[in-house]
């Protein structure tokens, strides 16, 4: 038993024009994709491809039409916004109003980590160039969920589960894994309810935006279980569960602890271990309280008549996790996800100050907590409001996150020199190294790529040459790294894979 399951990230930057509250986001934010593209040479000739997607797709088993889905749900159409596939197997565009960096496919937590702060560098050159187009103002972006104006934007994970597991399963044991969880992975906010009326801290930016349970929306009627059926893989054989409730983390360790943990529970899930029904009684309910309680001792009810707090609940996922490990075998990841995830409960429970270098919302609040302190200050104070948006800021001189990380009082977990080596380098064990190694390669001769396919134009050929990459374990540096090493043109790439 093992973390390691197929899996990554995508993050909606928050985004402002300085000097312009009233800047088109769809404008900015394309400015900073398409000065991102321009000038590492990316190919627009290599657009995004829609073909194989299916957002409407409900894992209940039925399809939502078209003609009643909110426009935020067809993300399988070509709006004509910026979007582009890097090197590295990442995707970058615009999603609506806001510029979007979705992960490569990677086979681990620690990879999920590495490769998603490699997109806060990516988003962060993007700025800069964008800044120096004639005529424009700087920009900003923002690693985080909210706007302080009544709008929250994602910050998605995804795993590759085990298509024959039913999804009740799967909806019965993640939501109070999920509801709970927020305890290590929240971010942090000044101000509670969605418009932020409420002058006082919570523990996630996302929580008070989740209105129901199970649900296909992802901007209305937020729900906790994401029932997207859309596996971007053989769909015989795996399912993709789309998990929006997670906030956006600037801390590694808390990246790391969120997918890790996840990934321990989907496993137990397949494997048939969790068979006891821990529902809790009004989740959505119960996710707002949770998180509006820093001191960690809100209580909610279990339908078994159990009333238990967050870090209690997430102590039992614990215990079931650590026995499954011990029945099923283990690796070093593994072993370590289940030492930090053991630790951080420990720690949260006695003084979640404890956790202040490693978790988002802790280290925020001790902030916060200074300023109040210093200053004699109330929780309506915007100078409040201002430190928890300027946490999340990317730019290294100004962000409060990195200048705790240049104080030495937040733990890493890699060096600056592997995050920039991710940010054009694909991983070496899923489909994402066939992808990213096409367009580091031959990008001129890329006319379309997505999670499951490549496609090339070539000169002698009549019609597109489609690549499938329906299984995320194929078209690795082992399975096609000699490939790449024989082939001295596109065309000789082809002729080796089709053998035409």
Not at 333 to 342: A, F, G, V
């Amino acid at each position: 038993m093992s973390v390691r399951r197929v899996q990554g990230s995508e993050v909606e930057y928050g985004i402002a024009v300085q000097g312009q509250p009233h800047a088109n986001p769809m404008v900015a934010s394309t400015h900073v994709v398409n000065s991102y593209a321009a000038a590492h040479g990316l190919s627009r000739r290599a657009r995004w491809d829609f073909e194989e997607e299916n957002p409407l797709r409900d894992a209940r088993g039925f399809d939502l039409s078209r003609d009643v889905a909110d426009p935020s749900q067809l993300t399988d159409e070509d709006m004509g916004l910026a979007n582009i596939i890097l090197t590295n197997g990442a995707r970058l565009y615009v999603d609506h109003a806001h510029p979007e960096y979705s992960s490569p496919e990677v086979t681990n937590p620690l990879d999920v980590a590495l490769w998603e702060k490699a997109g806060e560098n990516v988003m962060r050159l993007g700025a800069e160039l964008a800044a120096t187009i004639p005529n424009t103002a700087p920009i900003v972006l923002y690693k985080n969920n909210v706007d302080n104006k009544g709008a929250s934007y994602g910050s998605h994970e995804n795993y590759l589960m085990r298509r024959d597991v039913p999804f009740d399963q799967i909806v019965t044991h993640l939501t109070p894994f999920f509801v709970s969880r927020q305890v290590f992975t929240g971010a942090g906010r000044v101000g509670q309810k969605q418009d932020g009326s409420v002058h006082a801290f919570q523990i996630s930016q996302r929580a008070d935006y989740f209105e129901v349970g199970v649900g296909l929306e992802t901007t209305l009627k937020r729900p906790i279980i994401n029932t997207r059926d859309e596996p971007h893989a053989d769909p015989k054989k795996y399912r993709r569960l789309h998990v929006i409730i997670g906030d956006a983390n600037c801390s590694e360790t808390a990246i790391y602890l969120k997918h890790g943990t996840t990934s321990l529970v989907l496993a137990m899930i397949e494997a048939g271990f969790l068979t006891k029904n821990r529902a809790i009684i009004k989740p959505v309910t119960a996710l707002h309280r949770i998180s509006c309680d820093p001191t960690l001792t809100q209580t909610v009810r279990l339908e078994d008549g159990r009333t238990m707090t967050a870090l209690e609940i997430q102590g039992e996922y614990l215990e079931l996790a650590k026995a499954f490990v011990a029945q099923e075998g283990s690796d070093e990841q593994t072993d370590d996800i289940l030492q930090r995830w053991e630790s951080v409960l420990d720690r949260l429970g006695r003084d979640p100050m404890e956790c202040v270098r490693e978790l988002d919302w802790v280290a925020k609040l001790a902030l916060l907590e200074r300023y109040r302190e210093r200053d004699g200050l109330d929780w309506d104070h915007a100078k409040l409001h201002l430190v928890d948006v300027q946490y999340h800021d990317i730019r290294l001189h100004k962000g409060l996150y990195h200048q705790l990380v240049r104080a030495g009082r937040i733990d890493r977990l890699f060096t600056e020199a592997q995050i920039a080596a991710a940010v054009t380098d694909p991983p070496q064990d899923t489909r994402a190294y066939f992808r990213g190694m096409c367009l580091t390669r031959f990008s001129k001769d890329i006319a379309a790529a997505s999670w499951d396919s490549v496609i090339f134009d070539l000169p002698g050929h009549d019609s597109l040459q489609r690549i499938p990459t329906m299984e995320p374990l194929r078209g690795t540096a082992e399975h096609v790294g000699s490939l790449f090493e024989s082939s001295a043109t596109a065309e000789e790439l082809l002729t080796a894979i089709t053998g035409r």
